[in-house]
């Protein structure tokens, strides 16, 4: 997955504001950058390079106008201070910062891309599934390649076409017919300087419009531009923008002129930035009381699916991945428990081989931060071709909310970390409302409410956590361990713990030790017990005494004044004990967070970028 960014200016520079944007999207890949921008009536001289720029610019150039492209590999920061990206000139451009899955992070492979003639940039999000065949085929035309990328073959593709008399936007669309796979492609030519291209298929690209001032914007997300602009077009599946000067127009795949809507997004620019923090993760930990009290407000609008809904479903199936697929789980114990009825969760990218057991008294419900996760999506089409479809997503205008029957929103904000840790919360909260809803459970729906204190006492506790995380920070395996509601939380603690630390962890039911697991416990292997009160407490303290007795580091996380406990595990974190066991999951894997978070920062790690991952994966 990879982040683009391109804007149309009138009075300013195109590359300070496209790095500026660029950087908002880093959560979306760090192993390289770039930036490409038009000059219009400049002709440059490609021989005139700075000694410490030689290797990472690039330049095409004819008597009028000429495209300029720097890049490299490694992060913004790295290779701006190596390249000095935003001293580029021109008003028109476009930028990209990659997560790589075709070619090594080198600065041959990173984007933008030219053409063999140098007057064409490309930058691309996706996969083009049939790259190969169509690079030996142009090839064969005498096309040269540099880079080992799938996206290279667009600006050639683009350049063949135009040698035929087309125009770039009639070589684009003549192109999109060769092109499988998915994509956001935003191109500019130096034919055409004051003119972006962008077109969109199963990956995400929005339209930035800031009619007043006569600017416009692609971006991959929103908090890319909202320093520029929170007035936003969403593209659908095939369709083409032309950016100029006169506006924005957006055709179909049968070139006709689509009235798109212009919708006004409320998150601010400053929701998107650290104010103050070290990093994103930990002010979005912070942020998980707000999260729950904005998304407490989706009450009503469940309440009214349950009503269209309810009488004609007999069975519910969760679709997720990740953190995603973890919410999910704790739904299904909710559901099941409370509400009686039959749910399963089913990994996004293995939903095919479950498809043909859904009917049309089926709810297949899809939980998606992005709303634009590349299995989750293909699962919600099948989905919607036999059953009613929920989807559960935190962006406003995303593919799964304009696909799904019904949508409910987590109202988090912005997510900038990687890991999620507000969004997973208000995931939850979502799931809580509907299962509450569903069972008539009142009492859970008021208990709800308590939900954000007992958070923020968590958060005044958090010292603790970090002493915990200093002694544990060289371990080299991790154990988490829960029962019933408190299984789906281990396993997300788990999942934590290796996304941003590349610390081994591993979650499991409490029960299923001894079917296997405890042979791996040994000496000073820390294992963490979620261990809240109810009906599942006394097993679990067993567990706890079975790992304890072979050697193991117990770090238990407990009610206050729990007597054995306190007595019997020397690393403790404990929970107000009015959190019951039914809220445990919305409380108790707070420090688990705070737990992850802390051990990166004391290895020495960013726990907003870890390696080989990215926010929203847009590819299978």
């Known amino acids: ?74 992060k913004i920061k790295e290779v701006d201070e190596k390249v000095h990206l935003a001293d580029m000139g021109g008003n028109i451009g476009i930028a990209h910062v990659r997560w790589a899955t075709h070619g090594i992070p080198n600065k041959t492979n990173s984007h933008p891309h030219m053409d063999n003639s140098g007057k064409i940039a490309v930058v691309h999000n996706g996969i083009i599934e049939n790259y190969s065949e169509i690079r030996e085929n142009l090839e064969k035309e005498g096309y040269k390649f540099k880079s080992d990328t799938d996206t290279e073959v667009i600006p050639n593709l683009l350049e063949k076409y135009m040698k035929k008399g087309m125009n770039l936007e009639e070589a684009l669309k003549e192109a999109l017919k060769i092109i499988k796979g998915s994509y956001a492609i935003g191109a500019i030519c130096k034919d055409n300087p004051r003119e972006i291209l962008a077109a969109k298929k199963d990956s995400p690209l929005i339209i930035g419009v800031d009619e007043e001032k006569g600017e416009y914007y692609i971006a991959s997300d929103a908090p890319a531009i909202l320093n520029y602009t929170n007035n936003i077009i969403y593209l659908d599946n095939g369709e083409i923008a032309i950016l100029n000067d006169d506006g924005v127009v957006v055709k179909d795949s049968n070139d006709n002129i689509v009235d798109k809507e212009i919708d006004v997004i409320n998150w601010t620019a400053d929701m998107a930035e650290k104010e103050g923090y070290d990093y994103f993760m930990i002010k979005e930990i912070h942020e998980q009381g707000i999260a729950i009290k904005n998304t407490l407000v989706e009450k009503d609008n469940i309440q009214d699916i349950i009503a269209n809904i309810d009488g004609n479903i007999n069975r519910i199936c969760f679709v997720a991945c990740g953190t995603s697929f973890h919410a999910s789980l704790t739904g299904k114990y909710l559901i099941e428990s409370m509400a009686g009825i039959p749910t399963d969760v089913i990994v996004a990218s293995e939903f095919k081989y479950s498809a043909n057991a859904l009917d049309e008294n089926t709810l297949v419900i899809f939980i998606s931060q992005s709303g634009e996760t590349a299995d989750t999506l293909k699962a919600l089409r099948k989905a919607n071709e036999t059953s009613k479809t929920l989807a559960i997503v935190n962006v406003l205008g995303s593919s799964a909310t304009r696909e799904a029957d019904h949508v409910i929103y987590t109202k988090a904000g912005p997510e900038i970390g990687v890991a999620a840790t507000k969004t997973y919360i208000s995931q939850l909260i979502c799931i809580y409302l509907f299962a509450g809803l569903l069972a008539k459970n009142n009492d859970l729906l008021n208990d709800l409410e308590k939900v954000p204190d007992y958070i923020e006492e968590v958060l005044g506790n958090e010292d603790k956590i970090k002493e915990i995380a200093i002694k544990y920070k060289d371990a080299e395996d991790f154990f988490f361990i829960g029962r019933g509601l408190s299984y789906p939380t281990a396993l997300e603690g788990a999942l934590k713990l290796k996304e941003i630390t590349y610390i081994h962890g591993e979650g499991y039911a409490a029960g299923e030790l001894k079917h296997g697991p405890l042979a791996l416990i040994d000496d000073d292997i820390p294992v963490v017990v979620v261990v809240p009160p109810g009906d599942s407490y006394d097993k679990t303290i067993s567990n706890l005494e079975e790992v304890k007795a072979r050697g193991a580091e117990v770090i238990a996380i407990g009610p206050c004044g729990d007597e054995f406990i306190e007595e019997e595990v020397e690393d403790t974190f404990c929970i107000d004990k009015e959190v019951s066991e039914i809220l445990a999951p919305l409380v108790y894997v707070v420090p688990l967070q705070l737990l992850s978070y802390y051990v990166s920062v004391e290895r020495g790690l960013d726990p907003d970028k870890p390696k080989n991952l990215a926010k929203c994966v847009t590819v299978e």
């Open 1 to 74: 997955m990879c982040g683009i960014v391109g804007c149309i200016l009138n009075d300013k520079k195109a590359a300070p504001v496209l790095l500026e944007c660029i950087s908002k999207l880093e959560y979306r890949g760090y192993d390289s950058v770039g930036i490409a921008t038009v000059n219009e009536n400049t002709k440059k001289d490609s021989t005139k390079k700075d000694s410490t720029e030689k290797d990472s610019i690039e330049k095409g150039s004819v008597e009028n106008s000429s495209i300029e492209i720097k890049k490299d590999s490694g």
